[in-house]
């Protein structure tokens, strides 16, 4: 099985497709996007930011790349990657966004369990996405069969009916712009934490747990839920560095007091648990 890069972007101003040729894609209305040295395009319109450096800092995208390649958090990608190729016709080229790709280790797992796979003839046809230029940039640093775009996911730079699956891990969903990129028939493939995860980290940082959520089953306008599965484990953790990059890539760092943040920044171990909800819907006809 083997992976290219996706080539059917949309030009971030108009909508237009745009063309990759000499070293940027451009649309028939003539704006022009560069792809930076390391392989990646911004497009994302000033307009569409909220901050000047929008999504996760440089020191965030660090702490996440290394917490995720000490393999924490490989049994996700793996169900994660059995999802993506369920159903699955042969022959096939999959057409895969990442909605949040993050430093695309997803789609780095995902690529090279499919390039494992001997005489599959089916292809990946990978994008990331992010709205922050440092884990996009870092994401292209370590994988070029891919193509890399920062950009955000309420308005994805993506033609619309052009991917057969959308990823949305642990990320922001925007359900209407999932379905227009989206092929009916397609899939939308979502991780969500479920109410026990990382609960040892929590029960550390902060003085009090809040009750969990109630289970929100709702199915999205235009999708149907094809299924819904549980993971859940436990990790150890030795060492003060990956409690802290395992902190510092979670929302929880800015909802931490300063005494929660010493409180785990005084750890040598921790046994924390990982429950997830995998969610598949298909992309109604």
Not at 50 to 70: I, Q, Y
Not at 192 to 199: I, Q, S, T
Not at 249 to 276: D, F, I, K, N, Q
């Amino acid at each position: 099985m083997t992976t290219t890069p996706f080539e059917a972007l949309a030009c971030p101003l108009d909508g237009n497709p745009l063309q990759r040729r000499d070293g940027a894609w451009r649309c028939a209305a003539g704006h022009s996007f560069d792809i930076a040295r390391q392989g990646y395009v911004h497009l994302l319109p000033v307009q569409h930011k909220r901050s000047r450096d929008p999504g996760d800092s440089k020191a965030m995208v660090a702490a996440r790349r290394r917490f995720l390649e000490a393999g924490h958090y490989r049994p996700i990608a793996e169900a994660v990657g059995r999802a993506v190729l369920a159903q699955a016709p042969a022959g096939a080229t999959l057409r895969c966004l990442d909605a949040g790709c993050g430093e695309g280790y997803y789609l780095r797992e995902l690529a090279r369990a499919c390039e494992g796979a001997v005489g599959d003839d089916r292809a990946l046809a990978l994008v990331g996405v992010d709205i922050s230029k440092w884990a996009v940039l870092a994401a292209a640093r370590r994988q070029q069969a891919a193509t890399w775009v920062v950009g955000t996911n309420a308005h994805l730079p993506v033609q619309a009916g052009s991917l057969d699956r959308v990823l949305c891990l642990f990320g922001f969903p925007v359900y209407p712009e999932f379905a227009r990129v989206l092929r009916p028939g397609g899939e939308l493939l979502m991780v969500e934490a479920g109410p026990d995860h990382l609960r040892e980290l929590r029960e550390i940082i902060y003085p009090s747990l809040k009750a969990p959520r109630a289970v929100d089953d709702t199915v999205p306008e235009s999708f149907t839920l094809l299924s819904c599965e549980t993971l859940r484990y436990a990790i150890e953790l030795d060492g003060a560095e990956p409690i802290a990059d395992l902190l510092a890539m979670t929302p929880h760092l800015h909802r931490a007091s300063a005494e929660g943040r010493e409180r785990a920044a005084a750890l040598e171990s921790l046994s924390v648990t990982v429950e997830v909800r995998l969610k598949r819907f298909a992309r109604d006809t």
